[in-house]
C-alpha cells in the first residue's frame, strides 16, 4: 500500500506475527519454557530477563492481543510496547453514524491515552522501516527491538488508484471523509447518488450496502427521497 513502511529482504517469520490468527499462547510460548528451564535448574544463578512483545497497530488485531496478553501475564514476564500514530481508536461503523450527523466525530473517538493495561506500554510514533529477522522497528522517534514482533498495522487507501475520486468525489471510509460528508450530505436535494466500490478486495463489504440504505433512511426523513436516486455500482 502507498506509504506502508519498508520492510527489510531477507524475511524469517519464526518470531515474527503478522496480520490476523496471533493467539497469547504463541507469544507466552519463550516465557513459558523459560520457566520451564527455571523449575528444572538449567538457569541457575542466572538473570530470566523480560520478553519485549512489540506490537506495531492499535487497531481492533493490536488492542485485543495487548490485552489478552496483560490478562494473561499474571508473573509479570512480558513487557509490551503497543505502537500506532494515531491518538484514538474509532469503531469503523461509528463513520456511518458521524456521516449521517447521528454523533460526533468527538463523541466516537476513543483516546489511547485512556487504554490503561498493567504491563503495556503504548507509544505515539509512526512506523518508517521493519526488518523482521532481527525484529527492530525504527519509528520516528527511535528504534525498538523485540523478542516477539507481532505487525496488525491493517492497510492503507490508495485513493490515487482512482483518479479524481477525492478532487470530484468523496468517501466515508475515512474518519476524515465521515466528517466531510456531514456537512455535504444536507445539501443534497435532488438527482444521483452513486456509491461506488473502486475495487477488490475492499475493507468491510458490507459497508458500501449499509451507507446506501442510510441514504435512503436519511433522504426519506428529509422529505426529499422521491426527488433522488441511489445507485450502488
Known sequence: ARGSPRIANGVQRRHLAVGQGVAPEQVLDPVLRRRRASSLGFDKGKVIRMTRVVILGAGFGGLELATMLSSAD????LDVVLIDKGDAFVFGYSKLDVMFARTTLD?????????????VRLLQETV????????????DAGVHEADVLVVALGADYDY?????????GNEFYSVGGADRL????????????????????????????????????????????????????
Open 74 to 77: 499474571e508473573g509479570g514476564d
Open 107 to 119: 463523541a466516537v473517538r476513543l483516546p489511547y491515552r485512556a487504554f490503561a493495561k498493567p504491563g
Open 128 to 139: 518508517t522501516e521493519i526488518d523482521p529477522e532481527a525484529r527492530r522497528v525504527t519509528t
Open 160 to 168: 490515487e488508484a482512482t483518479p479524481s475520486l477525492l478532487e470530484f
Open 182 to 233: 456531514a456537512d455535504v450530505l444536507p445539501t443534497f436535494n435532488g438527482g444521483r447518488a452513486v456509491v461506488g466500490v473502486c475495487g477488490a478486495p475492499y475493507k468491510c463489504p458490507p459497508a458500501p450496502s449499509e451507507a446506501a440504505l442510510l441514504l435512503h433512511d436519511f433522504l426519506l426523513a428529509r422529505g426529499v427521497r422521491d426527488d433522488c436516486e441511489i445507485a450502488v455500482v
